[in-house]
């Protein structure tokens, strides 16, 4: 009777983690995967299940190395528990996008001590010990967006307005420069008396319905008169945006994004949405792969020239360039097949789509 229960329960569980989305991105097994990569979650943004997931295991696939890519749905014990298997698996290098510092710090750690490499993707781990970092300019990143928001109010004649921060997760280093770049951009107006920051939030882990409902809140603050947000990424300009067509004002506020999602570029040309910025996955997933690939076989790696600062020490780092798109350049990533025109015009309209030269 035993066994049949735990046979049961080995069928149950298997199902469960095909639901959840723990499920290898590779065509070979978990068990002979070289290269283990564990998401962060698939509600943030639509980006690490239809790109990065996407991206890395062609990437991977094409290098002739095996690799099973995995999502932790935003649950920090299960990230841990994934990197866990993959580490008795016997992966030899470790690529993690974490939930935050202190538990990926964690994990690298234990993978150190097994002599697994890690690889920190697109976010950095503070005080940890990852042999590489690859993303993007973060601060470039959120330069892009604050930029994006002054032209905005530049363009519709405001010297006055009134803005909000909506910031990303408080756990996530990404987050911190994001919002370091594009206050650089908006604080001399702000000092100046021209702009006047209503309110200031973070919202946890990056969640898109705590995101709305601490921005119905920040528009209340503001008596219902807003002339910009000042969104970390596309998920919570969004989840704003959602919030101001119930209240008739999508489209007279300045709204930004990141991401260049299909939702997000449809956005902006239906102007709910004034601006966000590409960041090219492919590009990154890319460039990790010839890290981890260099690091499985015992190559010389030459593309890590840049250097991040984590705390603690220098990580070597590949920095990539990010893209601020408005209406006049959402070709821009539907020409380098990051989104296609189809999947974005099925949500904007084809009528849109016409109308701004798609």
Known sequence: MTKRRNAVAAVIASAALA???FVSASSASAAGAQVGVILPD??????WETADRVFLAAAFKKAGVTADIQNANGDKAKFATIADQMLAKGVKVLIMAGLDSP???????????????TIDYDRLTLAGSASYYVS????????????????????AGKKSASIVYLNGSPTDNNATLFKQGYDS?????IKSGAYTLVDDQAVPDWDNAKGGVIFEQQLTKAGG??????????GLGLAAVAVLKKNGLNGKVCVSGQDATADGLAAILTGDLSNTVYKGIKAQANATATLAVALVKGTKVTTAKGKTNDGK??????????VGITKANVKVVIADGFQTRAAVCKIATEAVCK???I
């Open 103 to 117: 538990s990926t710090a964690a994990i690298q750690a234990k993978a150190a001590k097994s002599g697994v490499k």
């Open 42 to 47: 698939a509600a943030s943004s639509a980006r």
């Open 225 to 234: 008169k807003l002339d910009a947000v000042v969104s970390a990424n596309e």
């Open 355 to 357: 109308a701004n030269g």
């Open 136 to 155: 993007f300019d973060n601060v470039a990143v959120g330069k892009l967006q604050g930029q994006g928001i002054k032209s905005c109010l530049d363009k």
């Open 313 to 322: 020490r220098d990580v070597p780092s590949v920095l990539l360039v990010p």
């Open 185 to 189: 951009v908006l604080r001399p107006m």
């Open 19 to 21: 639901l959840t989305g």
